[in-house]
């Protein structure tokens, strides 16, 4: 059974630094790419990053481009988040999502999120 | 970036009746390599994470009840849910993955009447 667990959110003053984690299970976390999407309290989805199953290619939406980096250990089949210069505007549940897809021949095909961790909260506060 | 507007932002129906949630993209999200749109459908539930429901435009995950359909071309998209259970209250979203950012439309709130 596929399974992502969030963690790491938690009350951070602005201006501060968090990590997330995202620990992957039930498939074979190295071959796929991963995502975050963020959604603040009663609001919509945000996506936030993304990174390929290597770990040597990744995507930010400019709103945290410069503050977030995204990485992954695939030796301990987990995912991060490490958030920095946190701004009262980043408070969100931060989710962590495995992109779908499929591959036929050389070329691969996908982009939308088949499985969801529960989401981990956090919350920028001064 | 590609703006995803839904319409309408809530509906509320009886149990049973036919919901229709609408997607417009701002522009093209056909894939011309594997000549598939790069459209998902999610459902989301109160306290809940998302949960796939369709993508491809029209592929139904494996799991997901036949009354959930998706439809549509172009720039224009639709998620259909033929006769509304109880348990479909939740809000829905669509999804482009064409391209970098990935973005959503703003959801919409399904209810029972």
């Known amino acids: 059974e596929v399974q992502l667990l969030d963690s790491g959110g938690g009350l951070v003053q602005t201006g501060g630094s968090l990590r997330l984690s995202c620990a992957a299970s039930g498939f074979t976390f190295s071959s796929y790419w991963m995502y975050w999407v963020r959604q603040a309290p009663g609001k919509g989805l945000v996506w936030v990053s993304r990174?390929?199953?290597?770990?040597?290619?990744?995507s930010y939406a400019d709103s945290v481009k410069g503050r977030f980096t995204i990485s992954r250990d695939n030796a301990k089949n987990t995912l991060y988040l490490e958030m920095h210069s946190l701004r009262a505007e980043d408070t969100a549940v931060y989710y962590c999502?495995?992109?779908?897809?499929?591959?036929?021949?050389?070329?691969?095909?996908?982009?939308?999120?088949?499985?969801w961790g529960q989401g981990t909260l956090v919350v920028v506060s001064s | 970036d590609i703006v995803m507007t839904q319409s309408p932002d809530s509906l509320a129906l009886s149990l049973g009746e036919r919901a229709t949630i609408n997607c417009k993209s701002s522009?093209?999200?056909?894939?011309?390599?594997?000549?598939?749109?790069?459209l998902a459908w999610y459902q989301q539930k109160p306290g809940q994470p998302p949960k796939l429901l369709i993508y491809?435009?029209?592929t139904r995950e494996s799991g997901v009840p036949d009354r959930f359909s998706g439809s549509g071309s172009g720039t224009d998209f639709t998620l259909t849910i033929s006769s509304l259970q109880a348990e479909d209250v939740a809000v829905y979203y669509c999804?482009?993955?064409?391209?970098?950012?990935?973005?959503f439309g703003q959801g919409t709130k399904v209810e029972i009447k």
């Open positions: 990174i390929n199953n290597e770990g040597s290619t990744t």
């Open positions: 999804q482009q993955y064409y391209s970098i950012p990935r973005t």
């Open positions: 522009q093209n999200i056909l894939n011309g390599s594997n000549n598939k749109i790069c």
């Open positions: 491809w435009a029209y």
């Open positions: 999502a495995r992109e779908g897809g499929y591959c036929s021949g050389e070329r691969c095909y996908g982009g939308y999120s088949d499985y």
